[in-house]
């Protein structure tokens, strides 16, 4: 899907920044009205097509996404012992 691609590439470009939800939805869908949720659908297929690498893709509620190290993802949410998480 081209607009998947599209979004990965700004992701990309701006690698380990937030980038807001306005900018990814300007780039992929120039010109158009869109609800959040083709957005939304876009990183779903992102975040199963990267799965196996060590790329990432976290959100941050309500303003947008980071593509980044699966590691700095970890280093920055540590799973505690004994947590639903660690199990």
């Keep these: ?7 990965l590439q700004a992701l990309a ?11 990814l939805l300007a780039c992929a869908w120039p ?3 869109v609800h959040e949720n083709s957005l ?5 297929k ?6 196996d690498t060590d790329l990432k893709i976290t959100a941050t509620y ?13 280093n920055l949410h540590p799973v505690k012992k004994g947590s639903a998480r660690s199990q």
């Design 1 to 7: 899907d081209s607009r998947t691609t599209i979004v």
């Design 13 to 23: 470009e701006r690698f380990g920044e937030l980038v807001s939800k306005e900018t």
């Design 31 to 33: 010109d158009r009205l």
């Design 40 to 44: 939304a659908k876009a990183i779903s």
């Design 46 to 51: 992102l975040r199963k097509a990267l799965s």
């Design 62 to 74: 309500g303003m947008g996404y980071i593509l980044e190290h699966a590691d700095v993802v970890s």
